[in-house]
C-alpha cells in the first residue's frame, strides 16, 4: 500500500505562525486537527528538509516524521469541512452546498424574514422531502414551495387566494430557475389542489382553526402537517383544531410558533 510522508506536530499554541511557514514547502496537505497536525508532502526528502527547518524556528513543537497509509486520507480528514461566507462569497465542499432563495420584496408574505417564515424553513429541513409531493397553502411569496423544491420534492404545488400575491410568487420563481414549483390562485375551502405528503400552511390562527379540515384532508395517510403563524396564546385552539393528529416536532422564535404534525 502506498503511502505519504507526513509530519505529526503537536502543541501548537499559534497556529497562523506555523502555517506561514509551511508556505516555504513544498506541502500537499494539511489535515489541521485541534490536538495534533498532520502535514503532508510530496516526497520524504521535502518532508526531511521542512523537519529539520521547522525544528529549528519552533523550539517547543513536538515535530514527528510518520507515514501515513493512504486510505482516503484526503477525504476522511476533509470530511467535516464546512460552508463559510465572506461578504457575499460563499465556499462550500460538495455535500455542504448552501441552498439560497432569492425573493423580490412585494405584497406576498414571506421574505425569510419573519420568524413564522424562518421556523418553517427549519421545520422542512427536517424531513427527507425526496420525491414526495408538497402542498404551500397560502403560499404568499412562494418562499416556502421553493424551498421544498429546492430540498427535493418530486412536486410542489402553491396555492393563494391573493392573486397578487401568486402574480409576485411567479416573479420570484423567475429569479430561482432551478425550483420547480406549480402556482394556483383559489381558495381551500372551494378549490382543493389534491393532496400530499406535506402540506404546509403558515397562516395565522384563525385561518389554521377555520381550515383545518380542508388542511387534513389535503395530507395524505401517514403524511406530514407543517403549521406556522400563530402565536404562543393561540397555541391551544389551533391543536385542538388538528386533534388528534400527534405533535412530531415544535419550535419557537420570539412568540411565534411552528409545529409538525403526523
Keep these: 500500500m502506498r503511502t505519504w510522508p507526513a509530519l505529526e506536530v503537536g502543541g501548537l499554541s499559534q497556529p497562523d505562525f506555523f502555517q506561514a511557514a509551511l508556505t516555504d514547502f513544498d506541502v500537499t496537505a494539511i489535515d489541521d486537527r485541534e490536538d495534533l497536525w498532520r502535514v503532508f508532502f510530496h516526497t520524504a526528502t521535502e518532508r526531511a528538509r521542512a523537519a529539520v527547518a521547522l525544528r529549528a524556528e519552533f523550539h517547543d513543537l513536538s515535530i514527528e516524521c510518520v507515514d501515513i497509509p493512504d486510505e482516503d486520507w484526503a477525504a476522511r ?119 400530499a405528503n406535506v402540506v404546509l400552511a403558515n397562516l395565522t390562527g384563525a385561518l389554521l382553526v377555520s381550515a383545518a379540515p380542508q388542511l387534513r384532508q389535503l395530507t395524505k395517510s401517514g403524511g406530514r402537517l407543517i403549521l406556522s403563524g400563530f402565536v404562543t396564546r393561540e397555541e391551544r385552539d389551533v391543536l385542538q383544531a388538528f386533534a388528534p393528529l400527534q405533535i412530531e416536532h415544535r419550535a419557537q422564535e420570539e412568540e411565534w410558533l411552528c409545529v409538525t404534525l403526523r
Design 77 to 195: 480528514s476533509q470530511a467535516n469541512l464546512r460552508a463559510i461566507q465572506v461578504g457575499n462569497i460563499i465556499v462550500a465542499p460538495p455535500w455542504d452546498t448552501p441552498i439560497t432563495i432569492v425573493v423580490q420584496p412585494s405584497m406576498g408574505f414571506g421574505t425569510g424574514h419573519h420568524a413564522s417564515t424562518r421556523v418553517c424553513l427549519a421545520a422542512l429541513q427536517r424531513l427527507d422531502l425526496r420525491g414526495l409531493d408538497v402542498i404551500d397553502a397560502g403560499t404568499g411569496s412562494g418562499v416556502l414551495a421553493m424551498a421544498a423544491s429546492l430540498l427535493g420534492a418530486a412536486h410542489v404545488i402553491g396555492i393563494d387566494e391573493d392573486g397578487d400575491a401568486v402574480g409576485a410568487a411567479r416573479e420570484n420563481l423567475e429569479l430561482n430557475p432551478r425550483a420547480s414549483v406549480t402556482l394556483r390562485v383559489g381558495d381551500l375551502r372551494s378549490a382543493a389542489p389534491g393532496s
